[in-house]
């Protein structure tokens, strides 16, 4: 698996903001580039790392990444990779299913993780709804769908899980 390296510049020479205001973009990006490194997660990861950080979603939607990993000092892919999606207008099932794989391959205990995916399964319900009801609902993108279908088979073959305990 190659090693990437960092994009040409998606980040801006500035403080991040919430939740990591002490550290600049570039440290944010390369801290979330190493994660795409160190748990090979390959090409489609490290794209959809660009496009997130080119479409600055933080600045206009809010970002906190805290529901569950309470760091301000440790920044944490599965929740920046669910965050832009949740706040874009397009999460869900497959969005879910994605953070429940990135929380997997850094280093979450199946408990554990599991845990932190239904309790999203759960509590996305009610922002889908909620964003349904405003009509700011929006179709998922390509690469959403592409990232799911990969993240499927990871699943099945690195952790053994079968298709049934993701079904809710």
């Given at each position: 698996m190659e090693n990437f390296e960092?994009?040409?510049a998606p980040y801006?020479?500035?403080l991040f903001g919430k939740p990591y205001r002490f550290f600049t973009?570039?440290?944010v990006y390369v801290s979330f580039l190493k994660q795409v490194n160190t748990f090979k997660l390959g090409i489609n990861y490290y794209n959809c790392l660009n496009l997130i950080f080119k479409s600055r979603f933080w600045e206009t939607h809010g970002f906190d990444a805290k529901t569950f990993v309470k760091d301000n000092?440790?920044?944490?892919?599965?929740?920046?990779f669910h965050d832009y999606a949740s706040r874009c207008g397009f999460g869900g099932k497959k969005n879910d299913i994605i953070f429940l794989y990135l929380?997997?391959?850094?280093?979450?205990g199946i408990k554990w993780a599991f845990t932190q995916y239904f309790a999203v399964r759960v509590g996305a319900q009610f922002f889908i709804l909620r964003d349904?009801?405003?009509g700011e609902r929006v179709q998922e993108p390509e690469w959403l769908k592409d990232l799911y279908k990969e993240t499927?088979?990871?699943l099945k073959r690195e952790y053994k899980i079968k298709s049934w305990?993701?079904?809710i």
């Open positions: 960092p994009y040409t801006k020479d500035q973009e570039k440290a000092y440790q920044g944490n892919i599965s929740s920046f929380e997997l391959k850094s280093g979450a349904y009801i405003k499927i088979v990871k305990k993701l079904l």
